[in-house]
T-cell receptor, first 111, second 120 residues
Framework: GNSVTQMEGPVTLSEEAFLTINCTYTATGYPSLFWYVQYPGEGLQLLLKATKADDKGSNKGFEATYRKETTSFHLEKGSVQVSDSAVYFCALRNYGQNFVFGPGTRLSVLP | DAGVTQSPTHLIKTRGQHVTLRCSPISGHKSVSWYQQVLGQGPQFIFQYYEKEERGRGNFPDRFSARQFPNYSSELNVNALLLGDSALYLC???????????????????FGPGTRLTVT
């Protein structure tokens, strides 16, 4: 079946540090891959997505590249801000199926 | 435009009781999906509805049921509550729906803020 694995948190960084949150997936075929972000007390918001191998999704300084050879979709940001503190979810959707989410990674950015 | 709205925000119930959660999708969206998010975990798919018909069901017991109304709003019902049902219940709407096989893998869902259910 389809599954998503993320690095365990929490991840604690200082402001302006480089961020990487690892995500790997297991799926047959060619799923689309997503990163969602959940701020405290809110629902999930789509951060970025990629629909095929080697696509790069980007938004608000975050980016992730769909790597089919390593079944990965790692999230990166060059310089994090305190306002980026949230829980980040990697997810996939395969053809004819519903979304599958990873367990989430909590990010805390200290001033 | 208003986003996805859910009510109530918080709810406390006792084991064995029944609960109804409500969701209003974004205006113009015809598909609603429900997810359960247990603390510290990612959302787990429960149901998808499109045009008032169930189009997908996750691995949840029959105690969970849902329906969609002509105005595309939706209710999630849970009977005989268990302690393990305590979670954040998220509703997501999307413009398109239909059978899952008819949707591109890239279609987007827009989530509401959720209803926090606590079962004691």
């Amino acid at each position: 079946g389809n599954s998503v694995t993320q690095m365990e948190g929490p991840v604690t960084l200082s402001e302006e540090a480089f961020l990487t949150i690892n995500c790997t997936y297991t799926a047959t075929g060619y799923p689309s891959l997503f990163w969602y972000v959940q701020y405290p007390g809110e629902g999930l918001q789509l951060l970025l997505k990629a629909t095929k191998a080697d696509d790069k999704g980007s938004n608000k300084g975050f980016e992730a590249t769909y790597r089919k050879e390593t079944t990965s979709f790692h999230l990166e940001k060059g310089s994090v801000q305190v306002s980026d503190s949230a829980v980040y979810f990697c997810a996939l959707r395969n053809y004819g199926q519903n979304f599958v989410f990873g367990p989430g990674t909590r990010l805390s950015v200290l001033p | 435009d208003a986003g996805v709205t859910q009510s109530p925000t918080h709810l406390i119930k006792t084991r064995g009781q029944h609960v109804t959660l409500r969701c209003s999708p974004i205006s113009g969206h015809k598909s609603v999906s429900w997810y359960q998010q247990v603390l510290g975990q990612g959302p787990q798919f429960i149901f998808q509805y499109y045009e008032k018909e169930e189009r997908g069901r996750g691995n949840f017991p029959d105690r969970f049921s849902a329906r969609q109304f002509p105005n595309y709003s939706s209710e999630l019902n849970v009977n005989a509550l268990l302690l393990g049902d305590s979670a954040l219940y998220l509703c997501a709407s999307s413009l398109r729906g239909g059978g899952l096989a008819g949707l591109p893998t890239s279609y987007e869902q827009y989530f509401g803020p959720g209803t926090r259910l606590t079962v004691t």
